[in-house]
């Protein structure tokens, strides 16, 4: 295989790569301070549509992990930019918290529930069944059907919560109509995201720590990728998959050096 291009670009994901539990990883502020001062592209993402980047530069602010809001890159976002390229200044009926409902709104879209363009889904700790039921009736009157991500559940202190793949499941059950999922595993993800950082897969690496989401969506990208174990996956669980990250490392402390 030919040798790959020296790594200019960074993009890791954020839950169990640069905090767990709310809690910062040792070293994840390592490296932002590293990447900030090197000058390097980078991007912190996450499949969570539910906070606008300035929500989360705050939070990450918090733990002392701070990352510009220009270097924040969720699924709202990127499902805003798809729908802009895909269907200028269209409009859509919108389940989702601020995160999303605000990067359609900058993106030209006008939400309504009267004939729009598309249903697009998201996170909400707030399903509601009127919300889905007309949902429900818009894509079988002809509304194209997005979600943000396919993530089946979200964690919380009480366990797992449902979240949009398993609400898009419902939908799709009553519609007979599948979803387009903007976010990872989707390479679309990480395209629009390099493309927003004037960044290049073959210079790029991505970090995670799941092997169906980061790893997979960094390779299908063309992009290097590194697993850290401080997250979902463990040693045992990389054999499971019929694809391997380029290195897997203890924690980002140990990608530090390599900025």
Request: proline share 7%.
């Given at each position: 295989m030919p040798e790959r291009k020296h790594i200019e670009s960074w993009l890791t994901d954020m839950d169990g790569v640069l905090m767990h539990e709310g809690v910062p990883v040792p070293g994840a502020d390592a490296f932002i301070r590293k990447l900030r001062d090197s000058g390097r592209p980078f991007l912190v993402l996450t499949n969570n549509s539910m906070h606008t980047a300035r929500d989360l530069h705050v939070r990450l602010k918090r733990i002392d992990l701070d990352v510009p809001v220009e270097n924040i890159w969720t699924s709202a976002l990127a499902t805003a930019k798809f729908l802009d390229t895909q269907h200028p200044g269209g409009t859509a009926y919108v389940i989702g918290e601020a995160g999303l409902t605000t990067a359609m709104h900058e993106a030209g879209y006008v939400?309504?529930?009267?004939?729009?363009?598309?249903?697009?889904?998201?996170?909400?700790?707030?399903?509601?069944?009127?919300?889905?039921?007309?949902?429900i009736r818009l894509i079988n009157n002809g509304a194209r059907f997005i979600a943000t991500n396919p993530d089946n559940t979200g964690p919380s202190p009480q366990g797992a919560l449902p979240a949009t793949g398993s609400v898009a499941a419902l939908i799709t059950k009553a519609t007979g109509k599948d979803p387009y999922f903007i976010g990872k595993p989707n390479p679309l993800m990480m395209r629009t995201g390099l493309n927003a950082i004037g960044a290049h897969s073959e210079s790029s690496a991505m970090i995670g720590d799941r092997m169906d989401t980061d790893v997979l969506a960094g390779l299908e990208a063309g992009m290097e990728t590194f697993l850290v174990l401080t997250g979902l996956t463990a040693v045992p669980d990389i054999d499971k998959y019929p694809f391997r990250p380029t290195e897997v490392v203890d924690s980002i402390a140990d990608l530090v050096d390599r900025v």
């Amino acid at each position: 295989m030919p040798e790959r291009k020296h790594i200019e670009s960074w993009l890791t994901d954020m839950d169990g790569v640069l905090m767990h539990e709310g809690v910062p990883v040792p070293g994840a502020d390592a490296f932002i301070r590293k990447l900030r001062d090197s000058g390097r592209p980078f991007l912190v993402l996450t499949n969570n549509s539910m906070h606008t980047a300035r929500d989360l530069h705050v939070r990450l602010k918090r733990i002392d992990l701070d990352v510009p809001v220009e270097n924040i890159w969720t699924s709202a976002l990127a499902t805003a930019k798809f729908l802009d390229t895909q269907h200028p200044g269209g409009t859509a009926y919108v389940i989702g918290e601020a995160g999303l409902t605000t990067a359609m709104h900058e993106a030209g879209y006008v939400l309504t529930d009267a004939d729009p363009d598309f249903v697009v889904l998201g996170e909400t700790r707030t399903y509601s069944f009127e919300a889905l039921t007309r949902a429900i009736r818009l894509i079988n009157n002809g509304a194209r059907f997005i979600a943000t991500n396919p993530d089946n559940t979200g964690p919380s202190p009480q366990g797992a919560l449902p979240a949009t793949g398993s609400v898009a499941a419902l939908i799709t059950k009553a519609t007979g109509k599948d979803p387009y999922f903007i976010g990872k595993p989707n390479p679309l993800m990480m395209r629009t995201g390099l493309n927003a950082i004037g960044a290049h897969s073959e210079s790029s690496a991505m970090i995670g720590d799941r092997m169906d989401t980061d790893v997979l969506a960094g390779l299908e990208a063309g992009m290097e990728t590194f697993l850290v174990l401080t997250g979902l996956t463990a040693v045992p669980d990389i054999d499971k998959y019929p694809f391997r990250p380029t290195e897997v490392v203890d924690s980002i402390a140990d990608l530090v050096d390599r900025v």
